[in-house]
């Protein structure tokens, strides 16, 4: 274990998901893979001499409400700054971004850690909108430049040094990218470097130490590269500290496949980029109208959902994985719930908290089966072939016992794979036949080893796996009306 403490900051860039660039109305598309290179273009992302910036409201709007959902004072006057420094995919050859006077600060987000069972919240400084640059592409020696990313809006969300550990700072991330779907603020698709993380890493030896010497790794864009590359900076600055070496602050990039990390230039402050109010963008000042509006809007906080399914529900963390994994899955869950409560079994007479009876049956269809399902074939709840209500119809079943644990696998496969009802799918499979006594089905059993005489020879020869085939035959003869187990207790006593 670490002598040293671990302080960690994040800096994480979330692309908006509006339908215009930040200051201009050239469209904000995401697949920048499938688009032509220059075609989402104009002479203000471009930077062309004389081209003014305006800020789109699309953009103003998912802004502010990011803020709200980051629980940030969203302050009725703001500015934006430039953002000083050369290179080729930067048209400008500056950036409008918010350093002075952001629009939204002092925020906080909340998450839980140890599967669910702890807390923990970290603090906000800022989250401020600029724009993002074009893209630059090396290919056969030649090196190009892609401007459809240039000018689409970005918010920077910069916490303070509040995580202690490499979960927490996975957890916080995971929170935040709920957050920002759940609310149609953006995709945050790491992959797709929609979300990316600058890692503010330092080490001291004591509580009582001033922070540590603070070390950037930059553009980070998996949650497996984000614990790797906390692990590796740690373990480094500390030989370093150890060897009795002093080093400055700096930023590093990343090299993951080599397992290492890369001194890309000497920290840079404010002044290095010669930051200054921007002269084409008065005071960005927001109207009692769209206060009002935000106030209006109602906001998801992923966290007190999972709050609720943990403490008040008592589900287990797979059943809460399940439904927090896809915004999606989360309403089709909230939907099913509000049907199969009041419409599917009324005479469930439940009262307060018994109410989560109901909720944790649909989980638990829920998350098995159809998850698993929804991930072989690549498909989203919306692609089930049943409805809501015949999901209920299913779930009356289940609760009323109508059917045991076997037939229900059985109905729930038909129904995922041909749409059909779970009455129509009950009568083809005669599990609405008339209940079986035990005489007939132990009749049924030694008719089934009478008929394979083989078979039993082999069984009682030691391949005690047949006992699966016989199980089966029982199934079969009594239309599933005979459980698993009491087959075969019955098939034992038999062959004894």
Same mark, same amino acid.
């Given at each position: ?65 990011? *803020? ?30 918010q350093l002075y006077h952001p629009t939204n600060t002092q925020g906080q987000v909340s998450f839980f850690l140890d599967n669910y069972t702890h807390e923990k919240t970290i603090h906000i400084q800022d989250a401020h909108m600029e724009n993002d640059t074009g893209k630059m592409i090396h290919d056969g020696g030649q090196a190009l430049i892609d401007f459809n990313r240039a000018g689409t809006p970005l918010v920077e969300i910069v916490t303070l040094p509040d995580f202690g550990t490499t979960e927490e700072v996975v957890e916080f991330l995971k929170e935040l990218q709920r957050m920002v779907r759940y609310n149609n603020i953006a995709d945050a698709d790491l992959e797709k470097w929609q979300m990316r993380v600058d890692v503010n890493i330092s080490v001291r030896k004591s509580e009582n130490d001033p922070l540590g010497t603070r070390v950037e790794v ?92 943990? =403490? ?66 690549? &498909? ?9 209500? =015949? ?46 006594? *035990? ?7 030694? =008719? ?15 391949? &005690?796996? &047949?006992?699966?085939?016989?199980? *089966? =035959? ?23």
């Amino acid at each position: 274990m670490s002598e040293y403490i671990l302080t960690i900051g994040l800096e994480i860039h979330i692309k908006l998901k509006s339908e215009h660039k930040m200051f201009c109305q050239c469209k904000n598309e995401q697949n920048f893979g499938d688009l032509v290179p220059n075609t989402n273009i104009c002479p203000v992302c471009t930077g062309q001499p004389g081209a003014l910036p305006t800020l789109s409201e699309d953009v103003l709007e998912k802004a502010l409400l990011l *803020g709200k959902t980051l629980q940030c004072t969203i302050n009725e006057i703001s500015t934006f700054d430039r953002k000083s420094y050369f290179y080729p995919d930067l048209p400008m050859g500056y950036q409008i971004t918010q350093l002075y006077h952001p629009t939204n600060t002092q925020g906080q987000v909340s998450f839980f850690l140890d599967n669910y069972t702890h807390e923990k919240t970290i603090h906000i400084q800022d989250a401020h909108m600029e724009n993002d640059t074009g893209k630059m592409i090396h290919d056969g020696g030649q090196a190009l430049i892609d401007f459809n990313r240039a000018g689409t809006p970005l918010v920077e969300i910069v916490t303070l040094p509040d995580f202690g550990t490499t979960e927490e700072v996975v957890e916080f991330l995971k929170e935040l990218q709920r957050m920002v779907r759940y609310n149609n603020i953006a995709d945050a698709d790491l992959e797709k470097w929609q979300m990316r993380v600058d890692v503010n890493i330092s080490v001291r030896k004591s509580e009582n130490d001033p922070l540590g010497t603070r070390v950037e790794v930059k553009n980070i864009n998996s949650f497996g590269m984000i614990k790797r590359a906390i692990e590796h900076e740690q373990a480094r600055q500390e030989k370093l500290y150890e060897a009795g070496e002093v080093f400055t602050q700096q930023t590093r990039g990343r090299n993951d496949a080599k397992g290492e990390s890369y001194l890309m230039r000497s920290k840079e402050d404010a002044l290095d980029y010669r930051y200054f109010p921007e002269p084409d963008l008065p005071p960005l000042k927001i109207s009692n109208e769209t206060f009002e509006q935000l106030n209006n809007s109602t906001i998801i906080i992923p966290h007190t959902i999972i709050k609720k399914f943990s =403490q008040d529900y008592g589900f287990n963390k797979e059943y809460i994985n399940a439904l927090i994994s896809d915004k999606e899955i989360l309403d089709y869950f909230l939907k099913l719930e509000a049907l199969f409560a009041k419409e599917a079994c009324p005479e469930w007479n439940l009262r307060g908290n018994e109410g989560w009876l109901k909720s944790k049956l649909i989980v638990k269809r829920l998350s098995w089966p159809i998850t698993a399902r929804m991930k072989e074939n690549f &498909t989203t709840i919306d692609q089930l072939k049943f409805s809501h209500r =015949q999901f209920s119809e299913f779930l009356s079943k289940a609760q009323a016992w109508l059917l045991m644990e076997n037939q229900l696998k059985i109905v729930m496969d038909d129904m995922l794979s041909t749409g059909k009802s779970p009455e129509e799918i009950i009568k083809e499979k005669w599990f609405d036949a008339p209940a079986i006594d *035990g005489n007939e089905i132990e009749a049924f059993a030694k =008719q089934i080893l009478k008929e394979n005489a083989s078979t039993v020879e082999q069984y009682k020869g030691g391949k &005690t796996t &047949t006992m699966g085939f016989f199980i *089966g =035959q029982l199934m079969k003869k009594t239309w599933g009306k005979t459980s698993p187990k009491i087959a075969q207790e019955i098939f034992e006593k038999l062959l004894k």
